[in-house]
């Protein structure tokens, strides 16, 4: 990828002003007046978040910028029509906050819960057909776009379910917003599903004394007098969310004026933060023309081919003022890699003396096909990258701001490994991401425990 000079980027941000560029990772929509009649219809429907909450958020993430707050960024890899539940929704949300809990404990600072959810739908694919025997069809791009039946019908691009993951986003939000105001959230409450966990298998209890640093932590406070129950603090949380700014159309049709901020400024109000990924982060594309004018904080992916420059010049062009809290780059290199590829951009970036939080994807970099056939991911490597990951932070003296994964509620065998030892030939017993191989819920708290075992040190 070629670094661009400045000059062609000045001309003047407008919410539409991506079109004017090279848009990677879209669609080819069999008929374009349809798309436009569905992108005014969800240009005239309400945000689904408020431009207040995205500022709450940027100034959390300046705190995890300084190692006062860790960023958890999780959910699935691709969010589906069917699988929507208040069951997913809520067994998701519990797997959050039990992880946050346990981050908590090992940071000693606050968890920033950023689900992957509640827009997360439309995926960036290596190739845009895929071919099944003698058979050649689009690739699934998401449940926004397309759907996942090998069928020529299924496989055409359908504006309409834009409107659909609008509605169904909506409704996403309005049950974690419910769940984590109106008690569900409860600190002792998550605490007792952790101990549950630990208490259930021979491998969870390697976890026993953290969780009764927990427990006897809570008593503590109890006996301090403090109601944990009335505490409005661990009674209620903020659950931000996240998703890729994949479909610009989309992106576009959400992105509003904020009423209360004297200058107007653009928010992308279809979620909390936006990120551009591995694939679409071309410095002269539209993606990053897009993320640039919005005043969400933003994200970018960072693969192993990213060299120094670049990252420097994704800092400049997506923050320019140096705002602190603006910026995360999310690092998924690989567990092979991390070190070795990662260690440059963290150094050329603080030399630029530009403010980002760094954080860990250990997922994406580690996929791999297994013998069975399946997409999959070995948990030992993502830990292994987690490890690198935070080996790169102290060796450049910059606080590890948090991490980025893949999970589910459920308990899906996607993954190799964890406490609950999922092997090949498990795969195929419950094998049901439309996409990237996600942990489970087990596998989820087992690597939260892990991380909460490295920020202590
Ligand atoms: C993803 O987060 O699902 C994804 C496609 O990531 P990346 O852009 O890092 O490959
Ligand atoms: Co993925």
Known sequence: MAVMPDELFANSWTPDSWRSRTAAQQPEWPDEEAVSATLEEIGRLPPLVFAGEARTLTDSLAAAQEGRAFLLVAGDCAESFNDFSANSIRDKLRVILQMSVVLTYGSGVPTIKVGRLAGQFSKPRSAPTETRDDVTLPSFRGDTVNDFAFEAAARRPDPSRMLRGYHQSAATLNLVRAFAKGGFADLSRIHMWNQEFVASSQQGQQYEALASEIERALRFMEACGIDLE?????????????????????????????TLSPSGDWYDCSAHLLWCGERTRALDGAHVEFLSGIHNPVGVKLGPDATPEE????????????????????????ADRITESLSPLVRAVKLANHPVVWACDPMHGNTFQAESGYKTRRFSDIMRELHGFFA????????????????TGDDVTECLGGTDEVLDAH??????????PRLNARQSLDLAFEIA?????
Do not use: K, W
């Open 230 to 258: 009335a505490e409005l603090q661990l009674h209620q949380v903020d659950v931000f969310t996240a998703h890729e700014a994949l479909l610009l159309g989309f992106e576009q049709a959400l992105t509003r004026r904020d």
């Open 311 to 334: 990252a420097v010049a994704l800092c400049e062009r997506l923050n320019p003022g140096r705002q602190a809290g603006r910026l995360v780059l999310f690092s998924r290199m690989g």
């Open 427 to 436: 795969l195929e017993r419950r094998y049901e991401t439309m996409c990237d």
């Open 392 to 407: 790169v932070c102290e060796a450049n003296d910059i606080p590890p701001g948090g991490v980025h994964i893949e999970l």
């Open 453 to 457: 075992g490295l920020l202590r040190r």
